[in-house]
C-alpha cells in the first residue's frame, strides 16, 4: 500500500513539474468524457461548508465563433477608429481569442450565500479547482491553459454566458491536445523565500 501512495504522489509531483502554458494546441475536439474528466476535477478542490460555488460552461464548434463575435463587438465599441487599419486588428485579434483551442471552458464563481460562507473564500475554491483542471488534463494527455483578461470583468459577457449577477468569471480554460515538446523549465531555489519558525530562539 505504501509502495502505491509513493507511486501515486511522485506522478502528481511530475505533473505538477512538467505542466507548461503553450498557446498551441491541436484542432482536433477531445471527446466530452475527458472534458467532463478535466471540468470535475475542479470540483474536488477544498470548500468551506461545501458550497460548491463553481459553474462551467463549455464552449465548443460554433460556440467559440459566436463568443468570438461577441467579444469583438464589445471590443470595436471601445475603440475611436474601429474601422482603421490598426482599429480591424485589434477587432480581429479580440474575435480569434476563443478559437485558440478546440474547447474553451468557462469557470466561474458564484457566491452562495450560504451564511458561513466568505465570498472570497468561495472565489479561491475556484481558482484551486482551476489548477486541479490543469493537472487533470495533463494527466489525461491533454494540454489546458489558464487565462483571464478583461473580458473575465465585464457584466456584459458575464450576462451573454448566462451568468448570474454576482458572479465571477475566474478562468477561460483553453483545452485540446498538446503539439509541442515540453521543454524543461527552471525555477529559483526557494530557501530565500521559506521563514522557518519552531519557537525556539535562534
Known amino acids: ?7 501515486a504522489g511522485t506522478g502528481i509531483l511530475r505533473a505538477l513539474r512538467e505542466r507548461r502554458s ?16 478535466v471540468i470535475e476535477a ?24 459566436e463568443m468570438g463575435d461577441f467579444l469583438a463587438g464589445i471590443r470595436r465599441s471601445q475603440l475611436e477608429d474601429p474601422d482603421g487599419d490598426e482599429g480591424r486588428k485589434v477587432v480581429e485579434k479580440e474575435r480569434a481569442k476563443p478559437l485558440r483551442a478546440p474547447v474553451l471552458i468557462v469557470v466561474a464563481a458564484v457566491p452562495t450565500g450560504h451564511p458561513k460562507a466568505i465570498e472570497i473564500e468561495e472565489i479561491q475554491a475556484v481558482a484551486a479547482g482551476v489548477e486541479n483542471m490543469l493537472i487533470a488534463a495533463e494527466a489525461l494527455g491533454l494540454h489546458a491553459m489558464w487565462r483571464t483578461g478583461k473580458p473575465a470583468y465585464d457584466d456584459a459577457v458575464k450576462r451573454y454566458l448566462g451568468l448570474p449577477s454576482g458572479s465571477h468569471i475566474v478562468a477561460f480554460v483553453s483545452l485540446g491536445y498538446p503539439v509541442l515538446p515540453r521543454v524543461p523549465r527552471r525555477r529559483q531555489d526557494i530557501s530565500h523565500l521559506i521563514t522557518w519558525r519552531d519557537g525556539r530562539e535562534s
Open 42 to 65: 475542479c470540483t474536488w478542490a477544498p470548500n468551506h461548508h461545501r458550497t460548491e460555488p463553481w459553474r462551467f460552461v463549455v464552449l465548443t464548434g460554433l460556440a467559440r465563433e
Open 1 to 7: 500500500m505504501t509502495q502505491v501512495a509513493d507511486t
Open 22 to 37: 503553450f498557446a498551441q494546441v491541436a484542432p482536433e475536439e477531445p471527446p466530452r468524457e475527458l472534458i467532463r474528466q
